[in-house]
């Protein structure tokens, strides 16, 4: 089960390194509140189910179709080459990226009501990895369901793990795991 939990957190934060924001075409803005995240694989048995506060801050720092090329610093940024299209009510993103000698490239799909329900479809292929689990091709598709206002225990900017766990959505962008209780999804 760790071994699942851990591709699903790699594969979330590829996802969100990989995506970028449309040029010319804002991010779609989704409702402040709780959100249920349903994140199924090819490579997981079982969904995982994390459920993540939004208000306006947080939105901005993990915006609907992700952060801009070359928005993260440091060990784990990303060389990244992206191209976004709208096609009715879908926007659709291509992404190749290269970080560490591993490489991936992606294409995404996030279509649906930003105010209830969407869902993100995405063909990830990773090469090169570290972990070689990792390696190959993927197909991710995240569900999103607006489930109302946040609970006490899960503040704005803040994410619960399915583990139940909760986190600062900054530490699923910059790969750490730490609780934290700064609202609005952090810093850069």
Same mark, same amino acid.
């Given at each position: 089960m760790k071994n699942v939990v851990l591709l699903g957190a790699g594969l979330l934060a590829l996802g969100l390194a990989g995506c970028g924001q449309l040029l010319g075409t804002s991010s779609p803005q989704r409702k402040p509140g709780l959100w249920?995240?349903?994140?199924?694989?090819?490579?997981?048995?079982?969904?995982? =189910?994390?459920?993540?506060? %939004?208000?306006?801050?947080?939105?901005?720092?993990?915006?609907?179709?992700?952060?801009?090329?070359?928005?993260?610093?440091?060990? $784990?940024?990303? +060389?990244?080459? =992206?191209?976004?299209?709208?096609?009715g009510g879908a926007y659709v993103t291509e992404s190749q990226c290269s970080f560490g000698g591993a490489s991936m490239t992606s294409h995404s799909v996030v279509s649906g009501d930003f105010t209830s329900k969407y869902t993100v479809v995405r063909t990830v292929n990773v090469a090169n990895s570290p972990e070689p689990s990792r390696n190959g091709a993927h197909k991710v598709t995240e569900t999103w369901v607006f489930k109302g206002a946040c609970?006490?225990?899960?503040? +704005?900017?803040?994410?619960?793990?399915?583990?139940?766990? =909760?986190?600062? $959505?900054?530490?699923?962008? %910059?790969?750490?795991?730490?609780?934290?209780?700064?609202?609005?999804?952090?810093?850069?």
């Open positions: 249920e995240q349903t994140l199924q694989s090819d490579r997981t048995p079982t969904p995982m =189910v994390s459920r993540w506060c %939004f208000d306006a801050a947080s939105s901005r720092q993990m915006p609907v179709l992700g952060r801009r090329p070359g928005a993260r610093r440091g060990p $784990m940024a990303a +060389a990244c080459k =992206v191209s976004n299209s709208k096609s609970p006490p225990d899960i503040g +704005a900017g803040q994410v619960q793990l399915p583990s139940g766990d =909760v986190v600062d $959505m900054a530490s699923l962008r %910059f790969g750490r795991r730490s609780r934290g209780g700064a609202g609005g999804g952090g810093g850069e």
